[in-house]
């Protein structure tokens, strides 16, 4: 290759380790700089640009997750890591529709064994899409503080500051209220599913 | 049982692993032998689920627009006048000839391992033998669970196999570490079995490796030895060699 990248990988690394804004950063590099990858997910494996592009963002999101929870020990290079992810995940888009359904479980935060067999025995198709509206209908701050704790690794009081919340303790209760909101909209609505899943408590 | 296990803060805790190993034992005892409190977790599980799908696929289309937006710089950056266009084309031209047969001639042993390095898929059969920590080992290497393949692999009793299986076991070990990114005990599963009837795939396992680690002269011989010989990997080994040693 003739040009180099202007960024470290140790830089990287740490920013990714950092998270919030940093991470948000060292993503958006990682992005920028590997997107040659798509064209390679299209070419080798036949996949359509819109597949290509999602498996990219997750191969992304996969190794951002790693690199935050101490997974990647650096006996590789940071970009040979994310080809072999991203090499994996095309693989896994080419295979049967169920394990496909199901490869999103893998990229959930680390949980206890049983809270994972859970994951994998719901019926996901129509409960999560309706779990998925019910969230959108909580309004605007609940949902906000939620999307923010999932993923971008923003620390509480991040959280606090971009919301102009008091402190990061009313980010964790904040937090509680808003999941326990949207359970009790999924079992508001519990005629309209079949499954055991929504009888009140 | 206690009405805490239902709120939702200890079941966050849960999640997260912030309970000792006896709350979480008492826990999820309360769970299998309490219905309502299952239902309660499955719930739980439910609204977590439904905020991660949201927040990745939010995160999904914010950085897809970014792809398009960086898409779009470049072909606004890419857009000069043919003044410079023709400028510019003449200097490239006397560099740019002799970079192609540099750089489209000789690849980096990196971007040679990636070309070439794909999986071997382990052993898939439906017999008696299926249900043994083995073959369970087995389909979790191929559903690309390597953690759980090597767990249930060291759970094999050493005198229990024969010398083709103890071998071929060793193989697989070698490249779930190797997906693991554990390459230095990659590299010392594979070295054990160089004598074996899996020699040829150590072998070729083993060049990849160094060609990864950018050690391509380690990787040399060994490719060199594939080259000669003939096996599955002999046409590939050859290819590898001519880019190598371009």
């Given at each position: 290759m003739i040009f180099r990248k202007s960024y470290s990988e140790s830089e990287l690394i740490s920013g990714l380790q950092a998270g919030g804004i940093q991470r948000e950063r060292s993503t958006d590099l990682l992005i920028k700089h590997h997107r040659n990858l798509i064209s390679r997910g299209k070419k080798r494996?036949?996949?359509s640009d819109q597949v290509a592009e999602e498996t990219y963002l997750d191969a992304i999101m996969s190794l951002c997750q790693q690199v935050e929870l101490g997974?990647?020990?650096?006996?590789?290079?940071l970009s040979t890591y994310l080809h072999r992810i991203f090499e994996n995940k095309c693989k896994n888009r080419l295979r049967d529709d169920k394990e496909a359904r199901y490869s999103w479980v893998d990229d959930?935060?680390?949980?206890p064994a049983k809270a994972r067999t859970v994951l994998e025995q719901l019926e996901l198709a129509e409960e999560l899409d309706h779990a998925k509206h019910l969230l959108a209908q909580l309004g605007g701050r609940c949902k906000e503080i939620l999307l923010l704790s999932e993923?971008?690794?923003?620390?509480q009081q991040e959280i606090a500051d971009q919301l102009g919340l008091k402190s990061a303790r009313v980010v964790a209760t904040s937090r509680y209220r808003c999941l326990t909101k949207l359970k009790q909209a999924i079992v508001d609505n519990a005629i309209l599913f079949k499954s055991k899943l929504y009888s009140k408590n | 049982m206690s009405d805490i296990y239902f709120t939702t803060e200890y079941l966050e805790r849960y999640l997260a692993g912030e309970l000792s190993d006896t709350e979480q034992t008492a826990f999820e005892k309360a769970m299998d032998a309490q219905p309502k409190l299952e239902e309660a977790f499955r719930r739980h599980m439910l609204a977590r689920a439904a905020v991660f799908h949201t927040a990745k696929e939010e995160w999904r289309d914010n950085k897809r627009q970014k792809l398009r937006e960086w898409r779009a710089e470049e072909k606004q950056t890419s857009s000069v006048s043919w003044y410079q266009m023709a400028a510019a084309i003449a200097l490239l031209l006397a560099i740019g000839l002799g970079i192609y047969f540099l750089q489209s001639r000789q690849s980096s042993p990196e971007e040679l391992f990636l070309a070439y390095y794909e999986v071997d898929a382990a052993p898939n059969t439906r017999n008696?033998?299926?249900?043994s920590e083995l073959y369970k080992g087995y389909q979790a290497f191929n559903q690309q669970n390597y953690e759980e393949a090597l767990m249930r692999w060291d759970?094999?009793?050493?005198?229990?196999?024969?010398n083709f299986t103890t071998n071929e076991l060793t193989y697989y070990r070698g490249l779930s570490y190797l997906e693991l990114g554990r390459t230095t005990e990659a590299i010392q599963q594979l070295n054990q079995i160089q004598?074996?009837?899996f020699s040829d795939r150590a072998t070729w396992y083993l060049a990849l490796i160094w060609l990864k680690e950018g050690e391509a002269d380690r990787a040399r011989p060994l490719i060199q030895s594939l080259a000669r010989r003939a096996s599955p990997y002999q046409s590939k080994a050859k290819e590898v060699l001519k880019q190598l040693e371009e």
């Open positions: 494996y036949g996949l997974k990647f020990r650096g006996e590789s290079r959930m935060p680390d949980m993923l971008q690794g923003y620390s | 008696q033998a299926s249900e759970n094999i009793p050493a005198d229990q196999l024969d004598d074996s009837d």
